[in-house]
C-alpha cells in the first residue's frame, strides 16, 4: 500500500475520532476517560488499512476522479469504524472486572462455571459451517468486487473501485429537494407544536413527530436512490416497489383472511390447511404458474378476463406496470399462507377477556381490531416484517427468473435479478452489487429494529 | 436393531465412496477410446445423435461414445467452462457460432489453449479410420463463417439461416399473390392483411433477437464492428448506430407501432412467435430455417397453408447476403492419439452424405456438404418439399464478403443481450432507436474492452 498526501488528513480525522470515542465509551462505563482515548485512538488510526490495504490505496493515485475518491473515503472511514467498534467493545469489557463476560449487556451477560471447552467444542460445526458458507464466500465476495472476472478466462486483473463506481452517478433530482422540504417543513412544525403544547394535552406534536418519521424515511429512500447511477436507479427502485407492495399487501391480504378463519365456522380447519399450502411451492414454481396463467395467448387470466368484461387483458410481458403487479401478485399468494399461519397463532393468543371488556365499553368491532387486536399483534407483525422484506429481497428473484426474467425493460429487474444479469459479463460487478444489495438489507434490518422494537409489545 | 442400522448406514457410505471414486477413476485417463459429446439439445435432435452415435459405436467397436445433452448453447457453454475448470473437459463440444471467438480463446485450467482446430488435427488425411474426410466437401456458407486463419476451427454441423414463412390462406383472402420479398412489400401487406375481418391479432411476428437485425446489417453490407467484422484481427470497435443498423431498428418500432409487429414479451424466445403463427394470431414469420420442417408440418396439421421464401430486404439497398446461425463441433486438444482420431472420425460420420442429408429432412437444419445437397436432389427431396430449398438458396447468393460472413466479436451473447434489452426499450418503453443504441453501444463496447483485456497480453 501506498501512502498518498490526501489520506493524510483523513487518518487524523479517524485518529481523533477513535479516541474521542474511546473517551465517550470509557468514561459512560465509569472508567478514565484518557485510558480509553489512548486504547481506541490507535484504532482509529489501525481500522483504515482494513480496507486500504486490500485496495492498495488505488483510490487515492493521482489520475482519479471524484467518485473514485469518494467510493475510497467511504471505504476508509468503513474500516476505521469497524476496527474502533470492535476494540472499543472488547476494551471496555477487558478494562472491567470480569473481563469478555461484560461485552453483553449486564442482563443478559454470562460466564462460564468451569474451563470453556466443552461449549466451544460444541460451537466449532456451527462456526465451521458458518465459515465455509458465509465468511469465507462474504470475503471472496469483497475481493472479486474489485477485479474484473469471467469464468475461464486466464487473467483476472485488478481494477480499484471501477466496480462500484460504474453503479454510482449522483444527481440532484427534485422529488430529493421535495423530500428534504418536506422534512424540514415537518421538522419545524414538530417543534413548535411542541413548544407551544407545554401541557402535554394536544395530539399535534405526536402526529407532527409521525409526518417526521415518515419524511425522515423518505428524504433517506430518495437520498439513496439519488446517489445511484442511471442504471442501477432503477433497479433499486423496482426493489423498493416490489418489496413495498409484497410486504405491505401480504401482511394486509394475510391477516384479513386469518381473522375470517379464526371465526368459528364449518371445516376451517380444511380451509386453513388449503389456505398454507402455496407456502410449500417454491418460488420458481410460484413464478410458472403465474407465466401459464397470464400467458398473453393461452392464458386462463385474459380469458376469463376478456370473457367477462368488454376490453382486451393487456399483455403484462409488454406492460412493465402490470409486469409489476403480477411479480406482487405471484409472491403474495406465495408468502400469503406463511403469514396466514402466524396471524392465526397470533390471534389465538389476544386476549379475550380484554376484548369483552371493550365490548361492554361499546368499543366497536373497528375500535376493538384497531385498539386491542392489533397492538396485541406486533410481535408477530415484526416478525412476519422481517421475514417478508428478507423473502422479497432474496427469493422473489426464483418467481421473477421464471415469470417476466427481470423485463419488460427492466421493470421487474430487482437488486438480485440485477445481479445475475451483470455476471453474466464480468462477476465483479455483481459482486458490487451484491455487496451494494448487503448494505441495503443491512440499513433496512437496522431500521426496523429501531422503529419497530419502539412499538413492539411483548405483554407481559 | 440399532446396530444393523449402524452397519447398513456404513455400508452405505462406504459402497458411496468406492462407487465416486470409481467415476472419478474412470473418465480421468486419457488413452482411453472414450469420446464424451456435449450438445446444445434436448429434444428429437439429440436423439438423432444419440442413434448416430450408436451406429458409430457399431462401425467402431473400440469406441465408446456418450452423447450428452443439455438445454441450451449457454447452458453447455457454461457447463464447459466449468468442466475445463476442473481439468475434466468433454472430447468434443457443440458451440453456437456466437461462441466463436470465445471458444477459440478459451484456455484449459492449465491455461493452455482448451480446443485445437480440426483442420489442424485432421492434418491433410483424407480418411480417418475409414470415414471419408467431408471437410473440403463443406459449402460456401458455413466455410465462410468458420474458416478463421485461413483453417475450420471447428467442424460444422447444423447450419440454418432465418427465412420468411407466410400464411398462405390468410394471403389469398387479402388478395395478396406473392409473399413479401421487400419489408416495404411486408408493410403494404400487414395494412391489407390487419384490414380483414376475420384477420389475425397482429401481422408478423419474429424473436427479439439480435440475430434479425444483424441478419439486415448484413444484407445492406454493412459492419458490426472493426478489423472487417474481426476477420482481419481482433474486434476492438463495436458498431451499433450505423444507418444499416438503425433502418431495421426504425422500421421494426413502426411495426409495433402500427400494432402490425407481435412481441411476445420476451427477450430470444423462439417458440412465442412460432407459436402465434401455428395459432393463426400472426399472418407472417420470421424464425430459423432449422425449424421449417416443424412449422410446416404443424400448418398442415391445424390446416393452413405455408409459404417459405427468402428474409426480405430493402427495396433499394445494396446486397452482400444473409448470415448462417447454428453451431459447430469443437475438438478438445490434449487428447490421446487414438481418442481424438477416434473423435474426429465420429465427426465426419456425423456429417457423410447420408447423415448430412437426413439430419436436413429431420430438421430443416441446410446440408452442410455439397454431396448431401447433390444427394437429396437425386432422391427428389426438393420436388416434393421445395420449401426446404429456400435456406441453401438464400445462402448461396452470399458474396462471401466480411459483412455477410458475419462477425468474429468476443463477450458476443453478453453483447446481444444489450442488443435485445435496448430493442425491448425502444418497443414498450418508446425510446428512440437513435439515442437508446448509442447507450447500448457503450455497454456493448465496455462489455467488449473488458474481454479483450482479458484474453490479450
Known sequence: MTLYPQMLPLFLVTAAAGALIGRMVWRSAGLSGRAGALIVGPAGLLGPLLTMVPLESCTFEPGRDAMDYAVGTVAFFGGAGILITAVAWIGRALSMPGGLSGMDK????????????????????????????????????????????????????????????????????????AAIGGLALTAAATWFSQRSDQDGLSDWPHRWRRMRGLFVILTVLAATASVFGSGYRPVFTTTLILTAGTVLIGLALGLGIAMLVSQPIRGRSIYRTLLIWP??????????????????????????YETLTPWDMPNYRTDPTLARAVVIMASVWKTLGFTILFYIAGLQNVSTQMLEAAHMDGANAWQRFRHFILPSLTPITFFLIVTNVTYAFFQVFGTIAYLTRGGPSGATTDAMTSIIDQSRGNIGDGAAGSLVLFAMVLAVTAWQFRATGRRVHYGG | MRRVRALIGVATAAALTIGLAACNGGSNSAEDNRIDVWIGFTDYRLDWAKERAVE?????????????????????????????????????????EAATQESRDAVNADGERLFIPVEEAIDGRDEILGEPV????????????????????????????????????????????????????????????????????????????????EQVLAEQGGLLADQSNG????????????????????????????????????????????????????????????????????????????????????????????????????????????????????????????????WH?????????????????????????????????????????????????????????????AVEDILTTGADPAERFAEAEASAQSLLDDYNLLYTE
Open chain 2, 56 to 96: 458409430f459405436v457399431e462401425k467402431h467397436p473400440e469406441y465408446t461414445v456418450n452423447v450428452e445433452g443439455y438445454d441450451s448453447y449457454e447452458v453447455l457453454f457454461d457447463a464447459l467452462t466449468a468442466a475445463s475448470q476442473q481439468g475434466d473437459p468433454p472430447t468434443i463440444v457443440q458451440n453456437f
Open chain 1, 106 to 177: 449486564s442482563d443478559q451477560a454470562g460466564t462460564y462455571r468451569n474451563r470453556p471447552i466443552v461449549p466451544w467444542m460444541l460451537l466449532v460445526p456451527s462456526l465451521v459451517i458458518l465459515a465455509i458458507f458465509l465468511y469465507y464466500p462474504l470475503l471472496e465476495t469483497l475481493r472479486l468486487s474489485t477485479h474484473l472476472v469471467r469464468r475461464g478466462a486466464p487473467k483476472e486483473p485488478f481494477v480499484c473501485v471501477d466496480n462500484y463506481t460504474a453503479l454510482l452517478g449522483p444527481s440532484l433530482e427534485w422529488w430529493l429537494l
Open chain 1, 279 to 304: 407456502y410449500a411451492i417454491s418460488p420458481p414454481i410460484a413464478g410458472i404458474l403465474f407465466f401459464v396463467m397470464f400467458d398473453p395467448l393461452t392464458g386462463i387470466v385474459g380469458h376469463v
Open chain 2, 231 to 358: 476477420r482481419d484481427g481482433r474486434a476492438e470497435n463495436i458498431d451499433l448506430t450505423s444507418p444499416e443498423w438503425l433502418s431495421f431498428i426504425e422500421y421494426w418500432q413502426e411495426m409495433y407501432d402500427e400494432g402490425y409487429y407481435y412481441y411476445s414479451g420476451v427477450q430470444e424466445d423462439w417458440d412465442g412467435p412460432k407459436n402465434a403463427f401455428g395459432g393463426q394470431e400472426v399472418a407472417f414469420l420470421m424464425t430459423s430455417s432449422g425449424d421449417a420442417t416443424a412449422v410446416v408440418s404443424e400448418a398442415e396439421q391445424v390446416g393452413f397453408g405455408v409459404d417459405v421464401t427468402r428474409y426480405p430486404v430493402f427495396a433499394d439497398a445494396p446486397y452482400s447476403g444473409n448470415l448462417i446461425g447454428g453451431a459447430t463441433l469443437w475438438l478438445v486438444d490434449g487428447l490421446g492419439e487414438s481418442t481424438q482420431d477416434g473423435a474426429l472420425a465420429f465427426m465426419q460420420y456425423l456429417n457423410n452424405p447420408e447423415n448430412a442429408a437426413d
Open chain 2, 134 to 213: 467431408v471437410l473440403n466437401d463443406i459449402v460456401d456458407a458455413a466455410r465462410n463463417y468458420y474458416t478463421v486463419d485461413g483453417q475450420f476451427s471447428s467442424m460444422p454441423w447444423n447450419t440454418s439461416t432465418p427465412v420468411f414463412y407466410s400464411n398462405s390462406t390468410y394471403l389469398e383472402e387479402a388478395g395478396i399473390e406473392e409473399p413479401p420479398a421487400t419489408w416495404e412489400d411486408l408493410r403494404d401487406a400487414c395494412d391489407k392483411i390487419m384490414k380483414l375481418d376475420d384477420g389475425p391479432k397482429n401481422c408478423v411476428s419474429w424473436p427479439n433477437h439480435a440475430w434479425f437485425p
Open chain 2, 361 to 421: 429432412r429431420t430438421t430443416g437444419y441446410i446440408p452442410i456438404t455439397n454431396s448431401a445437397v447433390e444427394l437429396l436432389d437425386e432422391e427428389g427431396w426438393y420436388d416434393e418439399n421445395p420449401y426446404q430449398r429456400v435456406a441453401t438458396d438464400q445462402l448461396a447468393l452470399s458474396d462471401g464478403s466480411p459483412a455477410a460472413a458475419g462477425v468474429l466479436l468476443g463477450s458476443f451473447v453478453a453483447i446481444r443481450a444489450q442488443v435485445t434489452q
